[in-house]
């Protein structure tokens, strides 16, 4: 299978910062997500971006498939952005499997 | 329902009891996915169902480990003889169909405890 690799693994901010999350991944893929989850331990789905970039409030990302990396910016970041945050990848010719990074773990203080 | 819906949320078993976790995908959804997380870690890949296909088992971790799913909806893993390194969070996701262009949906997971 494919390795993923996140960094950084552990980051603390001071609300309102921005940020940036990497993640890389060893092989192409055709389906590459990002995921929040919160200190409850629910997995939020933020985005399905195999290539290109998109925009959701202050989240955004981008990857760039043929450099096989990708990246979650987070602005004017706020204590609700807390928790872990996993990318996962999916080769096209392996259907079956996501595999995740070992996530980065974000502290957002007020 | 809504969301992937998975039962119970909580299990607390003794060690060498069997124990039976559901996963009820969202409606429509062929693919589905089970994955476990041990405490501080990622995700562990176990099981994918597509629709009528055989499925994955390449992640189940001992033959203790099996699922089903029924009617191409609803999932059961069942873990028999539990041992205390099955404790873990086992996490279940659905998606529309099993190709390059279809989110994953994360239930809110079934914390199990064996002692």
């Known amino acids: 299978g494919i390795q993923v690799e996140q960094s950084p693994p552990d980051l603390i901010l001071q609300e309102g910062a921005n940020s940036t999350l990497r993640c890389n991944f060893s092989d192409s893929v055709n389906n590459l997500q990002w995921f929040h989850q919160n200190p409850w331990g629910q997995l939020i789905n933020l985005f399905y971006?195999?290539?290109g970039t998109k925009q959701n409030g202050r989240l955004s990302a981008t990857t760039v498939a043929t450099e096989r990396y990708s990246l979650l910016y987070i602005s004017s970041s706020q204590t609700t952005d807390s928790g872990v945050y996993f990318c996962?990848?999916?080769?096209?010719?392996?259907?079956?499997?996501?595999?995740f990074g070992s996530g980065t773990k974000l502290n957002v203080k007020p | 329902g809504a969301g992937v819906s998975q039962s119970p949320s909580n299990k607390v078993t003794e060690k060498g009891k069997d124990v039976e976790l559901r996963c009820d995908p969202i409606s429509g959804h062929t693919a589905l996915y089970w994955y476990r997380q041990s405490l501080g870690q990622g995700l562990e890949f176990l099981i994918y169902?597509?629709?009528?296909?055989?499925?994955?088992k390449s992640g189940l971790p001992s033959d203790r480990f099996s699922a089903e799913r029924t009617g191409g909806s609803v999932s059961t893993l069942t873990i028999q003889r539990t041992q205390q390194e099955d404790s873990a969070v086992y996490l279940c996701a659905s998606s529309l169909v099993g190709g390059a262009g279809s989110p994953l949906h994360f239930g809110n997971g079934t914390r199990l405890t064996v002692t």
């Open positions: 169902f597509q629709g009528n296909s055989a499925p994955d």
């Open positions: 996962a990848a999916r080769t096209g010719y392996n259907f079956n499997k996501f595999y």
């Open positions: 971006i195999p290539s």
